[in-house]
Structures are given as C-alpha cells and as structure tokens.
C-alpha cells in the first residue's frame, strides 16, 4: 500500500531538549496516523539535516511528500531556507520530489502560526503553572 510522506521540520539545537521534541511529535504522529512515513530533519545542529531525510524519503513507497515546518512563525527558514533546500521559489508552496525512477508531489506547509489551539496549549500552560505555583 503506497503511503503519503511526511517530513516534520525542526530548528535544532545545541541543547537536546528541541532534536528530542521533533523526533517524539514525528513518532507520536506516525503512531496517530497509519497514511503517512513520518521523518524528522533539522536546519542546523541536529541530524539528520532536512536534506538527509529528503535522501532518506527516496527509497520509501510514497506516492506524495509533504514537508511540515515545527515553527511558530514565517521567518528566515520557512520564507527562504527551507524552500530553497526544497526547490522551491519563493511563496510557492507546490513542486516535484525527485525519487529513484519517478517524480511526486511535494507540498509544503504552513508553521504553526495563529491557530486556535496553540491559545489553547498556551492557557493550559498558564493554568498548570498557577497549579504547580499554588
């Protein structure tokens, strides 16, 4: 059964606390969801790099590749690095990956950005604190 790829993008980190958070929510959402092969990869400090998970992707049975920035804002790596490392030009969200014998789609995503739920985790983080506190 061909799967989707899904490629979970991380900063990284000389501390290990940020390569351990992208590796655990790459597993937990490979565990949630059957569809995808979940890697991670990291710009800087980390490995594996985004383009050894890209190399790592091209001997898997998928028939798309999505690549999933874990940032919060359009900066620096999501606006120019990440889509250069992709082939991307800038803004476009939509190209081909290039595998063994054939091409896919790849697509990219959105960081976290202004979603509700991140309000969500941020409350939950304040009531936990003033729990803890109390």
């Known amino acids: 059964m061909t799967k989707k790829g899904l490629l979970l993008v991380g900063h990284g980190s000389k ?4 390569k351990e958070l992208i590796d655990n929510t790459a597993s937990i959402m490979a565990a949630k969801n059957d569809e ?5 990869g990291f710009m800087s400090l980390n490995e594996p790099t ?3 998970s ?7 049975d998928i028939d798309l590749l999505v690549v999933v920035p874990l ?4 900066g620096v790596h999501i606006l120019k690095d990440i889509p250069g490392i992709l082939g991307l030009g800038e803004g476009e969200k939509k190209g081909l990956f290039r ?3 054939k091409e896919i789609p790849l697509l990219y995503a959105d960081p976290i950005g202004g979603d509700p739920l991140l309000a969500e985790l941020m409350l ?3 009531e936990n604190a ?4 109390l």
């Open 124 to 126: 939950k983080n304040a």
């Open 99 to 101: 595998m063994n014998e």
């Open 71 to 74: 940032f919060l804002a359009k």
């Open 15 to 18: 501390l290990p606390h940020n």
């Open 36 to 40: 995808y092969i979940v890697k991670s």
């Open 50 to 52: 985004v383009e050894e």
């Open 130 to 133: 003033i729990r803890d506190h």
């Open 54 to 60: 890209l190399k790592a992707f091209e001997s898997e």
